[in-house]
């Protein structure tokens, strides 16, 4: 709300082209500039992107890009036995041929986002010799195709700024967003393009970094001082109530190096005026781990009252019990933070807009009930069955390809069975009876639609899921009244418990699971061992 102030003021004064704003991420990108509809600021304008669209924006965009799918094929032609990459945008991150290297890229990365010198890598304890093999092949492959990777983009991008370049479009002020995530390198290229304008503004939560594991840091934000440096700190929260401000306070102060801040929970609002009436909220233990039954008695409870109800934990791993079991209850979930995510979106909302889900398609079966079909109705669940066993006539895809969007008479209904019998059944709507004719390849993804419309009625299937399922990073930014957050931690997670900068990264991370929640949050109960409930210790517990 604050940023959106300022970015309205700087647009009426100075124009859409005065303000160049740097996101963490495309959806922020995407969601900065639909606030500002109208007004001529968009990412077409190529003011509003992120860090590293601005900074291939200033190196030039003939640069070939090294993760382009056409690009990464001679690489992994040449070298993907050993050191097999994933093209950008294969959200599988898997290869059929050899090992994937993703995870050594991504440290390769890291080491050089933290601007860590060449000569020094050898003496980390996460470094070996075949790292560095693969780090100076990499180099020179990059060369010999004249491609660039995403951290190069940001490397050149600084080289030139330190050469007295300006920002892409040369803008009068900057604003980076979600500043508490950019790396050390991120940081010096946005500091670098601040000294060429009038002013800038670096907005972020230093207690919510949780991005160490790209080399994400907010010391350098925290450590900006000077005397052409202010800062400024937003003493209200929108979202978080009061007994979960305390919670996760009290949590906070954990952490090692942190910029101190005192801010209210939120207040109450009627229509536009605020009464100055504190939201308390509830912030508790329950005797429920993630992978408990009974778990989803409480849901189904907090989705009665008419709650939004989130479920988080540390690690994706830990999630799959509860989704299993949510899946077997018929209870909708999904994660629309992360929509290529398909263990988290079963039903569906992600891929081609052109597409369409197998939930929608046993949805516009089950129209019936309520309205006739329409040709495009039946054009979509019969492409789930299998004709022989739905008791229909072998030409009725042609028949019905030849239907429109107007309802079909009964008559044409009746004209694709071959019985009585089969008509009747087929058209109850029953979910059995489509169960029961599902094609092989079909029957895995409709299982869990049509247990949802046996449990909960087929309008669910075309209403948004009021459960949010998924790790802590993928929930940040976001929020919903009730939320559920496992204290387990991996056991890499219990290594850095041990050493104190790791710690804080951990610390920070479930402050950010804490302060989802708008007006409940919910402790969950360890799964992995009664030692892991230390993380969360008992004297932070309010009522």
Known sequence: TYLATEVRKLLAEHGTKSTLIASYSNTAANEIASRFAGTGLSPETRMVGTLHSHAYRSIGYDNTVALDGKIIRDWNSNFGDKWFITPDGNSSGRSTKGVTWDDRLAQLDKLRAEMAHEDTWRDREDVDDDFLVFAKKWK?????????????MIELAYQ??????????NPEFIISDESQDMTPLETALTLAWGTHVQNMLLAGDDDQAINGWRGGSATPMIDLNGPNVASKTLTKSHRVPEHVRLVAENWIRYVSHRYEKVYTARTRMEGDVD???????????????????????????DLDAGKDVMVIASCNYM????????????????????PAETRWNPLGGAGRE???STAERVHRYLVLADRDWTGDDVQAWMELVKIQDAGMVSN????????????????????LFKTDEALDWATQPDPDWLASCLLKAKAPYAAYPLEI????????????????????????????DIVYLAPDVSAAMREDLMRTGNRDEVTRLFYVGMT????????????????????????????
């Not at 020179?140 to 190069?152: M, N, R, S």
């Not at 239907?403 to 009964?410: A, C, E, H, M, N």
């Not at 109960?525 to 993380?535: E, F, I, K, Q």
């Open 140 to 152: 020179e492959w990059k060369k010999d195709v004249g491609a660039i990777d995403y951290t190069d």
């Open 160 to 169: 030139r700024a330190r050469d007295g370049e300006r920002a892409p479009g």
């Open 275 to 301: 009464t100055g009436e504190i939201i308390g909220g509830t912030a508790f233990r329950v005797p429920e781990s993630l992978a408990n039954p009974g778990l989803l008695v409480r849901i189904n409870r």
């Open 319 to 338: 999630l799959e019990q509860l989704i299993i079991n949510l899946k077997k209850e018929g209870i909708p979930f999904h994660n629309p933070y992360r």
């Open 354 to 356: 052109d597409s369409m």
């Open 396 to 415: 009725a895809k042609r028949i019905v390809a030849t239907w429109g969007r107007d309802p079909v008479p009964y008559e044409d209904i009746v004209s």
């Open 453 to 480: 419309a046996r449990q909960h009625g087929h309008t669910v299937l075309a209403q948004k899921p009021r459960v949010v399922v998924g790790t802590i990073h993928s929930v940040k930014g976001a929020g919903a």
């Open 516 to 543: 989802r929640a708008k007006e409940s949050l919910r402790v969950l109960a360890p799964s992995g061992g009664a030692h892991m409930s230390r993380l969360i210790p008992a004297e932070l517990e309010v009522s």
